[in-house]
């Protein structure tokens, strides 16, 4: 073999390093692999304007090298509301404090996104102050099934709440369609009983995802960036499912990125990597991500090795708001281990509602 044909293959079957810049299909390259996963954090005012401290938290963030902010969970409308405190952007209302966190987020040199999302039957009936809704009435959470109109009007929400990101200036959106909320419900042969075009088969529990990403892509301009985040299993979902739609999903020229919420990416599925079946898929333009337990240099190379693009940051980012640039310094950084106090959390840009939160997560403040 010449020496050409020998560098040409090494080069082929590189593995990237954490630091490796990534091209997507639509809008700004990403600097490094280190996105921040979407998380939930309280912060926000009982209307859905956002804080101080939530724009404090997730610019610090941006700020600590991820090429990726992403916001919390937000919902598309008020009766999708999952959480007291959640950031909203389902009404104009919410523009002008989302404009300034997109711009802080950029002058950081980090891309941003808003996480779209609706509770479904997860919705505390006290909080939303009407009955939940799903795909299918639940006599566990006594939420209702969506007529098929109410189903189109959440479509055309999603969409609606998508180009108010884009208003805002935020370089794009993900869609969230992983834990159990609405979308991943329509997806889910167990939850999703439905009799019309959004229920039944494969294809027609998928419709509702995506005619939203149809939407977005229409609506919005042609450099906003679209990702979707799925659950490979749990809440009645069959695995097989998610793979076959992934497969579609990472040949979509509409798509940005995919991100698979795993948990622990180093889990076991039949007695394999239970993400790698996901990395194994042919890709075409569309970026894999993944989340779960990469908390140090050696798991999120670990992860790139298994086939991921890109690696999605929770606990590791809320303990170091630099978690990439300490990795950036050592690469074989590892996050302090929890339970840490509520001033070291304080230190590191959490407000009270959200340090309040972390004191429900079992272990993680003193
Ligand atoms: C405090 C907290 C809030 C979260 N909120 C969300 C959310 O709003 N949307 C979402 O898709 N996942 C959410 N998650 C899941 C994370 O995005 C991530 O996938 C999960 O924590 C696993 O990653 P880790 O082991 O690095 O923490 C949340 C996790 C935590 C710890």
């Known amino acids: 073999m010449t020496n050409d044909k020998r560098k040409a293959i090494s080069v082929k079957i590189r593995v990237p390093t954490p630091f490796d810049q990534l091209t997507l299909q639509h809008g700004p390259a990403w600097k490094n692999r280190f996105t921040l996963a ?21 610019t610090m963030r941006a700020k600590g ?105 935020f370089d794009g959106v993900e869609i969230h369609g992983a834990h159990s909320y609405i979308i991943c419900s329509f997806l889910s042969a ?36 679209v990702g979707i985040r799925l659950s490979p299993d749990r809440f009645g979902i069959d695995p097989q499912d998610i793979l076959n739609l992934s497969a579609k999903l990472l040949q979509d020229e509409r798509l940005d990125y995919l991100d698979i919420s795993m948990w622990d990416y180093n889990r076991e599925h039949e007695g394999k990597n239970f993400f790698q079946l996901f990395a194994d898929l042919p890709r075409k333009g569309v970026l894999l991500g993944v989340a779960g337990k990469l908390y140090s240099g050696t798991d999120v190379q670990a992860a790139l090795d298994l086939g991921a693009d890109f690696v999605a940051i929770g606990k590791a980012g809320i303990l170091h708001h630099d978690f990439p640039l300490r990795i950036q310094t050592d690469p074989n950084f590892e996050m302090t281990t929890p339970p840490v106090t509520a001033d070291y959390l304080r230190s590191e840009g959490l407000g009270e509602a959200f340090i309040q939160y972390m004191k429900r997560w079992e272990g993680f403040v003193k």
Request: aromatic content about 4%; some cysteine.
């Open 38 to 58: 979407p998380m939930t954090n309280h912060q926000s005012n009982p209307d859905g304007t956002i804080t101080h401290d939530e724009h404090h938290w997730l």
């Open 65 to 169: 090298g991820f090429a990726l902010t992403m916001t919390c969970a937000s919902h598309v409308q008020p009766q999708g509301q999952g959480f007291p405190g959640q950031l909203g952007c389902w009404s104009d209302d919410h523009i002008e404090g989302l404009t300034k966190l997109a711009a802080e987020i950029k002058a950081q040199g980090s891309v941003s996104s808003i996480q779209l999302h609706h509770a479904g039957f997860r919705s505390p009936k006290d909080l939303i102050k009407t009955q939940p809704v799903g795909p299918s009435d639940d006599e566990g959470t006594e939420s209702r099934a969506l007529s098929t109109e109410e189903v189109h009007q959440l479509r055309d929400d999603f969409i609606k709440a998508a180009q108010r990101a884009e208003k805002a200036g």
């Open 190 to 225: 167990g939850e999703n009983k439905r009799e019309d075009a959004y229920g039944g088969n494969p294809e027609n529990r998928a419709r509702l995802l995506m005619e939203i990403l149809k939407g977005i892509r229409e609506a919005c301009r042609s450099g906003f960036q």
